[in-house]
């Protein structure tokens, strides 16, 4: 019998696998995104946190940018009155923007008070960069004052992000859209290790050089756009893009275990070792998303080498208006392991 909450299948947090980060918390391996792409309003997005909350996702991927955190805030209250879930039972991550280099202390109280939090779980920085645009810009729009990868500038963020620890409104701090040689140098210097990385990851863009690494420093990588990002913003899109919900391997390994695509992808994010935070405003793949990691139908050794073999190194948000001048997107990505100036 299907267990349901106001007419809401419900599949609860138990059978979510968790990951443990090296300061001993415990990360739920499946989180909501709240990226809604410019597709959707800020109360459908937090709707959807309702919904996926009472389903049993314990886990929620927030940032600043997505402009959404108010109105997610007013759920969570609403959550917690009702009962529904306690704060300590939720994981929250929120992110500074890139606008906010020079202040993350007033950046990162601005994002608990419009969540309507004490703490946050996770607190990541969003991009290495300062370079920031308005929102719903077009490919073409470049940040003027955008510069590359200034260390000595980063670990001024993160002296302020090990200073949120410290300060007890943060719990964990780790980085995003991170690279091998950035993090080396971080490791080197910081303080406070950062206990996630979050990167894209899905079947086309696996990364296996850098989610090895990361998983050999004792970072747990959070694999954003698991799904391929199929609702990404235009600016976000090139005519060389691939989709992993489309590939013929994932199509015949979701038939044979009677799932969608969407779910191997999930399955194969999880078994793999890291955390998948798949977005949906819709409640029935919410629903399913969160039944393909807690479903105790595992991938076979055979299905995820066949997924390991459909590799495209095919990264889909390359952060082409965080560029600056005279810069490509690659040269964000330090693809030859050298940092680009
Ligand atoms: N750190 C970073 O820089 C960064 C960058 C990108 C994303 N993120 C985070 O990662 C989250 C997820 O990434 P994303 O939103 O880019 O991409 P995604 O989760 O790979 O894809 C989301 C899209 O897939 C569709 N979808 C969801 N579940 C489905 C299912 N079961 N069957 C078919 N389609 C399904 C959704 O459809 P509907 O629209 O119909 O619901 C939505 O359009 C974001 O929301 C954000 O929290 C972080």
Redesign the pocket.
């Known amino acids: 019998m299907t267990v349901t909450f106001e007419n809401q299948p419900v599949i609860g947090p138990e059978p979510v696998p968790k990951r443990k980060l090296y300061t001993g918390d415990m990360v739920p391996a499946i989180g909501l995104?709240?990226?809604?792409?410019d597709?959707?309003d800020n109360e459908t997005i937090a709707d959807a946190v309702r919904t996926a909350v009472r389903m049993g996702y314990r886990h929620i991927?927030?940032?600043s940018v997505?402009g959404n955190e108010r109105e997610i805030g007013l759920i969570l209250k609403e959550l917690f009155e009702e009962g529904t879930v306690t704060r300590r039972e939720l994981w929250i991550t929120s992110?500074v923007w890139n606008d906010s280099h020079d202040r993350v202390i007033a950046a990162c109280e601005q994002s608990l008070s419009d969540l309507g939090l004490d703490y946050l779980d996770l607190y990541?920085v969003?991009?290495p960069f300062p370079n920031h645009h308005a929102k719903g810009v077009t490919v073409d729009s470049r940040d003027p004052h955008a510069e590359p990868y200034i260390h000595e500038n980063y670990m001024k963020v993160w002296r302020d992000m090990e200073r949120l620890v410290e300060k007890g409104l943060v719990r964990n701090i780790g980085t995003?859209?991170m690279t091998r040689p950035k993090m080396e140098l971080l490791l080197r210097d910081c303080r406070i290790r950062p206990t996630v990385n979050?990167m894209?990851l899905?079947p086309h863009f696996q990364q296996p050089a850098l989610f090895d690494y990361v998983v050999s420093e004792g970072i747990v990588p959070i694999g954003?756009?698991?799904?391929?990002?199929?609702?990404?913003p235009e600016r976000d899109r090139t005519p060389e893009d691939t989709s992993p919900?489309e590939d013929p391997v994932i199509a015949e390994i979701a038939r044979g275990h009677g799932i969608?695509p969407?779910?191997v992808c999930l399955k194969w994010g999880v078994q793999r070792g890291g955390v998948v935070?798949?977005?949906?405003?819709?409640p029935e793949?919410i629903l399913?998303?969160l039944s393909a990691v807690a479903d105790g139908d595992p991938l076979t050794g055979a299905e995820m080498e066949a997924i390991r073999a459909i590799d495209k190194n095919c990264r889909l948000?390359k952060g082409q208006v965080f560029t600056w001048p005279g810069a490509t997107w690659e040269d964000l990505w330090d693809e030859d392991g050298i940092i680009k100036q």
């Open positions: 995104g709240t990226f809604g792409s597709n959707y991927d927030c940032a997505y992110k990541l969003h991009w995003s859209n979050e894209e899905h954003f756009s698991p799904l391929g990002s199929p609702g990404r919900m969608h969407a779910a935070i798949p977005f949906s405003v819709k793949k399913s998303n948000v």
